[in-house]
């Protein structure tokens, strides 16, 4: 095989396969022939029964990968499943095949069968998982996948272990942000990343040309600015030339030179999905010349050119094969569905980890502390109690420390490999934790300010919320977001937002929301020590109060989840908030009190879990509840806590469930004006006197 740079390129580290001299070059032998032949035709049979059984009514959806399936079986020679991580995209079904999964476990999931290994019914066809073949479940936004790949191989690298990351997609992702972001962190980093972008020149119906700002619309070019990143252009249709381009790119990558990226030119010989047809925007005659490079005839003719195979020999197999995946169909229609009783599994962890541990033990008794030092404490002894736990994000390392100073010092003490400055990308942080969580590791990651969490937020809906739930249970990532949240310091526009309604409606994540040091610290340790996602709300308003301040606990102290804390007992009325305003509210029930009223005030501390019986308990005592939080009114979390009580204690109410909260405006900069947008101490103190003279 002829490797060569592209003539007259300025552009440095980009090889052209030429594959053109391929034919007599590469030999192969009847057992390699045999093996890649029959996975190819494995995987065009599976594409053509699957939409046999769609057109049957049998199955809801299919995505092909006929016309890929060169350089995918040429790329899985290269890769041990048992070492390196496999990120495959919904086109990789060639490459799933030759890794280990079969045509059952394909039709499993394609019939949404329970005994589907993948998802256990959860997740749609082509979505490849395995737990053995070391393939994370796939989900179905692209691009999600490569700074998931990004992530386990930076596992990799920093626990020595000599896999490597294998991530693919179209060419249309491409034009993905968390891609570039992917390609930057890897190629400034060294990772052992292997990017296979197949190029079949539409993103369903957008040609490549309305896509890609590289010369000639190729990949390869338009990624030339990144160092130590092993550049590749082939004809993704040669097996041939496939097999040199992985082989360089693999052995690049295993060499500790850096990522490599292989541009994958392939046809796309069937629709982009079940749900689409393409001959409404692809015209006849361009169709029928992508029939030309078909790779499973260029493969068939070389085989026979060379003796290899006769044709008979091959009809022969393709017989037998078309006969096999007859019967496997027929055997995993038979397989159970799913029990209804299983539907909502598996959102969160079920092993009973949580349960267990030991809470509230030796309660704080130290000397008093502000709340950042707090945290600051509860991540060094985190730390030093576990050394699978890594802590990155923006501007936290030495000497720096974070922007509030949550994390000085701890770079300093544990060094930079597990205490490290990410790229300014909210989006790498969250996907490259996701993937170090992927491998077992406790990444535990700072997203500066709320306001800026919006870029990852693909990453936490539709990545690490759901790897749980869409695997069936075989996958997690227990990441933990600490993210300084919520306003009052003059940082408006956008540093005073908060986050915690949005980040409810998501199940699979957990939201602590601390009202004071003890408790930031306890409910920290108890976030890292489980195996959730957790999303911690830091109110930087509190960080240094001295009304925030408390006794510090000891390093065994843990806080559970869902168990929320009565501040002040009172009869008259409930007050049910967190964060910030729970300060706010003891000031008003103590002005209050001089007035003879009785204000029990409940500090909820979790948003998810909620502790709903320690709230109706309260409701049913006082008869009267005032739901107080930052957030904006509308579709604040208040407006969830009220119509919980609305629902489940409706007859003990002698008043309206009132809230209050943020009027639903942005946070202006100006001292008065901010104060005007978010809950006063005045409004609160008015707000809880008007029920209670109700």
Not at 426 to 449: D, H, N, W, Y
Not at 566 to 574: A, K, M, Q, Y
Not at 637 to 653: P, Q, S, T
Request: a negative charge; proline letters at 4%; charged letters at 25%.
């Amino acid at each position: 095989m002829v490797l060569k740079d592209k003539k007259n390129s300025k552009k440095n580290n980009i090889s052209f396969i030429d594959e053109k001299s391929s034919d007599g070059f590469i030999k192969i032998d009847k057992a390699r022939g045999l093996k890649i032949l029959n996975q190819m035709l494995t995987t065009r049979q599976i594409d053509v029964k699957a939409m046999n059984l769609l057109r049957q009514g049998k199955t809801f959806f299919h995505v092909g990968a006929s016309g890929h399936e060169a350089i995918q079986l040429a790329v899985a020679e290269h890769l041990d499943a048992k070492k390196d991580w496999i990120f495959p995209y919904y086109r990789d079904l060639a490459l799933s095949i030759a890794l280990g999964i079969t045509p059952h476990d394909y039709f499993l999931q394609s019939f949404a069968k329970s005994e589907d290994k993948a998802s256990g019914a959860r997740q749609l066809p082509s979505h490849f998982g395995s737990k053995v073949f070391n393939i994370p479940a796939q989900s179905s936004p692209t691009g999600t996948q490569f700074l998931q790949a990004v992530g386990t191989a930076l596992a990799a690298d920093r626990t020595g272990s000599d896999g490597i990351s294998y991530v693919s997609s179209g060419e249309g992702t491409t034009s993905q942000g968390e891609f570039h972001e992917a390609v930057n962190w890897a190629s400034r980093e060294k990772l052992p990343v292997l990017f296979v972008i197949q190029n079949n020149k539409y993103a369903i119906s957008v040609h490549v040309g309305f896509q890609s700002g590289g010369a000639e619309h190729s990949v390869a070019e338009m990624m030339s600015g990144y160092e130590n990143l092993l550049r590749i252009k082939v004809d993704g249709t040669d097996f041939f030339a496939s097999s040199a381009a992985a082989k360089q790119a693999v052995e690049y990558i295993r060499s500790g030179k850096g990522p490599a990226l292989i541009e994958a030119d392939v046809v796309r010989l069937v629709s982009h999905s079940s749900s689409d047809d393409q001959k409404k925007y692809r015209d006849h005659d361009e169709l029928e010349a992508e029939k030309k490079k078909d790779p499973i005839e260029l493969f068939s003719a070389y085989l026979i050119k060379n003796e290899i195979f006769s044709e008979e020999e091959i009809n022969q197999l393709k017989d037998d094969i078309h006969k096999s995946i007859d019967a496997v169909v027929e055997e995993a229609a038979k397989e159970n569905d799913p029990d209804i009783k299983d539907s909502s599994t598996f959102v969160y962890d079920e092993s009973g980890l949580k349960e267990s541990l030991e809470y509230e033990k030796n309660l704080p008794s130290g000397s008093k502390i502000v709340m950042v030092d707090a945290i600051n404490h509860a991540l060094r002894e985190e730390m030093s109690r576990n050394d699978k736990m890594y802590i990155f994000g923006e501007d936290i390392a030495d000497d720096k420390g974070g922007v509030f100073t949550a994390t000085r010092g701890l770079s300093t003490t544990f060094g930079d490999k597990r205490v490290f400055n990410s790229p300014l990308a909210e989006a790498s942080i969250a996907g490259v934790a996701a993937g170090m969580a992927l491998t077992g590791l406790k990444p535990v990651v700072e997203i500066q300010f709320g306001d800026y969490i919006w870029p990852a937020f693909m990453q936490y809906k539709n990545e690490i919320a759901t790897y749980r739930y869409r695997s069936n249970n075989a996958w997690s990532t227990p990441v933990v977001t600490r993210v300084a949240v919520g306003g009052y310091i003059h940082g408006g526009l956008y540093h005073s937002q908060n986050i915690e309604s949005i980040f409810a409606h998501i199940p699979g994540l957990y939201i602590a929301y601390p009202s004071n040091a003890a408790d930031a610290k306890g409910l920290l340790k108890t976030a890292i020590r489980i195996n959730d996602p957790v999303i911690f709300c830091e109110h930087k308003g509190l960080y240094r109060q001295s009304y925030a301040m408390s006794p510090e606990p000891d390093e065994n102290y843990l806080i559970p989840f869902g168990k929320a804390k009565i501040v002040r007992e009172g009869d008259d009325l409930t007050v049910v908030t967190y964060g910030a305003t729970v300060w706010d509210a003891v000031n008003a029930a103590k002005k209050l009190e001089t007035e003879g009223y009785s204000v029990e005030i409940i500090d909820i501390r979790t948003i998810i879990p909620l502790d709903e019986e320690a709230i109706y308990k309260s409701v049913k005592k006082t008869g009267k509840v005032v739901v107080i939080h930052e957030d904006t009114l509308t579709a604040g979390f208040g407006a969830e806590i009220a119509a919980k009580i609305a629902d489940n204690c409706f007859r003990f109410l002698d008043g309206p469930v009132k809230r209050i909260a943020a009027k639903d405006c942005h946070i202006p900069y100006h001292p008065a004006l901010e104060k005007d947008i978010l809950p006063s101490r005045e409004l609160i103190l008015r707000g809880i006197k008007e029920l209670l003279e109700y």
